[in-house]
């Protein structure tokens, strides 16, 4: 994934209104992309890295974790203020140990929305694990800061409320098709948008889709879903494909991201 990226010295993204400044190097560890980018007023930092190859997957994460605080901390931050977290597995059992690191590292205040995938050409690296993770900061240090769990709870957040910012985890279904699966996924998220009071805002404008697609589906018929939904703007929704999800009968998962009220 971030070799196709690897050039030297400093490169800049451009995508709508956010502009993306970011550089690669590599450290006796990882390598590690950085990317610094300004959405919806508040200030966002993305670090992207895969694990030492070699290593068993939640030694790998462990690991990366304590590279990200560091490369955070250079940025005024911690993982005090990671929003977001996506772990990627070479294979299932990878997948399964790198969600149980997380696990360990992210907890009470320091829950973030997150997600896990199976991807093997999400690797550069022979590593078996890899981690995406998102930190904002706040406009104001004393702003909210609220994980909410779902009811009963799982092993991972329903969303995280930061600073009147709303990040929602990887939904999924497990109904038998993929129209279906369109169709439960938007309804859960709608409803944590409801819960979350998100509703108010106009989320064609201020609010993006991470749409994570099984390899064996085609890109066209969840695009063409999605154009159905007045409230999505296929403008503002990332498609990326992916091998496998937590779950066997997953064909996608979609992650959310907007204001509250």
């Known amino acids: 994934m971030i070799g196709e990226r690897q050039v030297a010295g400093v490169t800049v993204w451009r995508a709508q209104e956010c502009a993306f400044h970011g550089a690669i190097r590599w450290d006796s560890l990882a390598l590690m992309k950085v990317k610094l980018f300004n959405w919806l007023g508040r200030d966002f930092v993305e670090i992207i890295g895969e694990g030492r190859a070699g290593w068993t997957a939640d030694i790998a994460v462990d690991q990366l974790f304590h590279n990200f605080e560091a490369e955070l901390q250079s940025h005024g931050l911690s993982l005090d203020d990671a929003a977001r977290v ?15 690191a997380r696990a360990k590292i992210l907890t009470g205040k320091r829950k973030a929305a997150s997600s896990s995938f199976i991807s093997q050409q999400w690797f550069d690296s022979d590593a078996t694990a890899g981690l995406e993770l998102l930190a904002m900061k706040p406009r104001d240090s004393s702003a909210e800061r609220r994980p909410v ?6 092993n991972y957040l329903c969303y995280l409320r930061y600073d009147s910012v709303v990040f929602y985890s990887g939904y999924t279904s497990s109904a038998d098709t993929l129209e279906d699966q369109v169709a439960g996924v938007l309804k859960a998220i709608t409803g944590a948008r409801a819960i979350s009071g998100a509703l108010t805002q106009d989320f064609r404008k201020a609010g993006r889709l991470s749409v ?34 937590a779950g066997d009968k997953y064909l996608l998962e979609i992650e959310a991201t907007g204001l509250s009220g």
Request: zero cysteines.
């Open 86 to 100: 996506r772990l990627w597995g070479r294979d299932k059992d990878a997948r399964t140990l790198a969600t149980g």
């Open 149 to 154: 769990d779902f009811e009963p709870a799982r």
């Open 212 to 245: 994570f697609l099984h390899r064996s589906q085609k890109l066209s018929v969840i695009k063409d879903l999605l154009a159905k939904e007045t409230w999505i703007d296929l403008a503002n929704v990332e498609f990326r494909l992916v091998d496998g999800f």
